[in-house]
Every structure is written in C-alpha cells, then in structure tokens.
C-alpha cells in the first residue's frame, strides 16, 4: 500500500515541478523583454477622425479677414480727411467775415454746408454697413490728398489773417506817427509862443511862501540842462566828434553798456558846472555881492519875479551888467570850450561877443541862455525861503 501510494505521489509531484517551472520560465523571460511588467493589449475600435477643412475654405477666409480690416482703416482715414476739410470750410467762414465780404460769405457758407453734407454720408454709409465702396488703398491714398489739401487751406487762411492782421498794424503805426508830428509840431508852436512872451505856467504855480515849490522849480531847472545837452550832442555829431571819446575826457573810467547812455555823462557835467557856487548867496560870481540882513529874501524874490516872465536873451541884451548877466557870461566862458564853439560854429564870434558885454541871437546860446535862467531862478527861488535850501 505504501508503495502505491509513493508511486501514485511522485508523478503528482513531478507534474506540479514542470508546472511553476513554466511560470517561473515564462515570468523570466517576460522580464528581459520589460522591467514593468508584462500588459495584456486589448484592440480598441478606431475613433471616428474630424473631418478637415478644405485648404480652399481656410485661404478664402484669411482674405477676407485682412480685407475688412483694411476697408475699416480706409473709411476712418476718409471720415478723418472730412472732418478736416469741415475745419478749413469753417475757417474760410470766418476769414470772410472780418473784414466782411458778402460774396465770400456766401461761397464759403455753401462749401461748409457741402462737406457737413458729405461727413452726413459717411455716417450714413457706416450704419448701414456699407464701407468697402472702392479699394480700401485708393481710398486711403484720396482720403491723404485731401487731408493735405485741407491743410494746405488752412496754412493760407493762416497766412491771410496776418496779412491784413500785418497791414492793420502799419495803418496804425502810419495814424500814430502822423499824430506824434502833429503833436511835435504843437509844441513847438507852444515852445516859440511861451518863449516869444516869456509866461512859463510852472513858474506861475510857484508860491514863495511854500518851500515844496522848489521842487517844482528843480525840475523844471533839470529839463532845461537836458534840452540844452540834447542840443550840444546833436552839434557834436553833426561836427563830427567823437562821442566816447568826450566821454572819457569827461569821466575817464565811466563805463556805459550802450552808447545812447553818455548823455548821463554830459549833463552830469554841465550840472557839475552851473551849480557850482549855488549854495553861495552871490553865487561865487566875480564883482557880485548880496548884503545879509533882512532884506535879503527880499532881494531875491524880485530877481525872481523880474527874471521869470521875460525871454532871457532879450533880458541879457537890456540888463548885461546885472547879476544874471554877469552870471550867464561866466557860465558860459566856463562852461563852452573854445575848441567846442570853433567846432560847432567856425570861429569865435559868441564867445567875443559875450566877452565884450554883448550877447549873440543864435540856437545854441539861446539854449544855453535859457537853461541859465532856470538855474538861476532856482537859486533866487532856494535863497526866497526861511530857513534857506541848500544843495
């Protein structure tokens, strides 16, 4: 019995050996093929593929994309240019109503009404989706003619208005210069009638019992030392002199930045010169004495009243020796170089004239007698007052 039964278990065992040495083979050998394994492929059925779009369809529709797009750039650049030649229609408009001009009105009325009309189409056009009327790049070449035009237009507009803004002006200088003759031309009427009756309005407002008078008396004094160098520079450069020359002569190391400036200089001079001595009662001049006392104001205000009304060099003539005599003679000598009078008149007849107790009827002492009078006035007017004004 135990012999059946060994031999009964030995091909049981020998049959289960081959078995897991298959498995074992068959697991080996899948390994060398995969280090993950082995896997079961199951066939799937194929997935239905989209079908393609034709390659005609895709190149029809990339055209027409570029070509709305182009005709969307065209129609703004047309609208742009429209609204352009609107702003030169208008500017016409107004160019034709300053100054009027019923004929260009009406043109330039009808060109604005004209382009709103076309800018009204276009809107039109747009809403209704009708934009790609002609080649979008006609289009945008007509659309940039336009537009310079239009530019064009307003740059002769522009130019316009200031032509007449330009020829205004000069009508308007020509009528301001016409006025400034005329009103030259009054004063000198006024100078010559005011000199010819010696009645200077300043001088009457003057009131000697108020010392602020004698500012009004300084000024008018100062006027009359520019008005007399304004003359001896105009003698000078018609004498040919050179002007920085005397200038440096006058003060060597004044410096001035314009040329028209060394009229400072000169009357800086002249003022050095004729006020010399003011602060004296006799005014430093030679054979002239005025006694102290009381009624020395009183000396004064007749100079004063005497001298103010009259025209100096007719005054000279009747009185040479009096105290305003002797003081435009030495002013004068003083003041008005030899070389100065040779040059500006040839010779050395005024300065003779006035050594010899004569004085001359020219421009240039006339000017010289008159700023004289005003100086000496001044020192009438300064010694007037109680307590006296000194400078």
Excluded at 181 to 202: H, Y
Excluded at 253 to 260: A, T
């Amino acid at each position: 019995m135990d012999s059946s039964k060994r031999s009964t278990s030995v091909p049981t065992k020998s049959k289960l050996s081959k078995t897991f040495h298959k498995v074992i083979h068959l697991k080996t050998a899948t390994k060398t093929l995969s280090h993950t394994g082995f896997c079961l492929l199951i066939p799937h059925e194929p997935k239905p593929k989209p079908n393609p779009k034709p390659e005609s369809q895709i190149f029809n529709n990339e055209p027409s994309k570029y070509k709305n797009r182009a005709a969307t750039e065209a129609f703004a650049a047309k609208l742009f240019a429209a609204v352009s030649t609107v702003k030169s229609a208008y500017a016409e408009l107004q160019l034709a109503q300053f100054p009027y001009d019923g004929e260009a009105i009406q043109a330039a009325d009808g060109a604005v009404v004209s382009e709103l009309k076309a800018l009204s189409e276009l809107k039109q056009s747009f809403l209704k989706k009708q934009i790609d009327s002609s080649p979008p790049h006609v289009t945008l070449l007509l659309a940039e003619i336009q537009e310079q035009q239009s530019l064009m237009k307003m740059y002769e507009i522009t130019m316009k208005k200031m032509q007449l803004e330009l020829e205004t002006k000069e009508n308007s200088i020509c009528t301001l210069r016409e006025e400034l003759r005329e009103i030259a031309a009054n004063n000198k009427s006024l100078e010559k009638k005011l000199n010819s009756s010696g009645q200077f309005s300043v001088l009457d407002c003057v009131k000697l019992s108020d010392p602020n008078s004698f500012n009004v008396g300084l000024h008018y004094c100062l006027r009359g030392v520019r008005s007399f160098v304004k003359l001896m520079i105009r003698e000078m450069e018609g004498s040919n002199w050179d002007i920085e020359a005397a200038v440096n002569a006058i003060e060597p190391e004044l410096v001035f930045p314009n040329l028209n400036y060394s009229c400072f200089a000169f009357e800086s001079f002249v003022c050095r010169e004729m006020f010399d001595g003011f602060n004296s009662r006799d005014f430093l001049i030679p054979n002239e004495t005025v006694s102290n006392g009381e009624r020395t104001r009183f000396v004064f205000v007749e100079r004063f009243k005497k001298l103010k009304g009259t025209n100096p060099v007719q005054f000279l003539k009747k009185n040479p020796n009096s105290g305003f005599g002797k003081f435009t003679r030495a002013k004068y000598l003083r003041l008005v170089h030899p070389k100065m009078e040779t040059s500006f008149s040839g010779n050395l007849g005024q300065r003779k004239q006035i050594n010899s107790g004569e004085f001359p009827e020219t421009t240039f002492f006339a000017e010289f007698a008159e700023m004289a009078k005003r100086v000496w006035l001044l020192h009438c007017l300064a010694f007037s007052f109680d307590p006296e004004v000194k400078i």
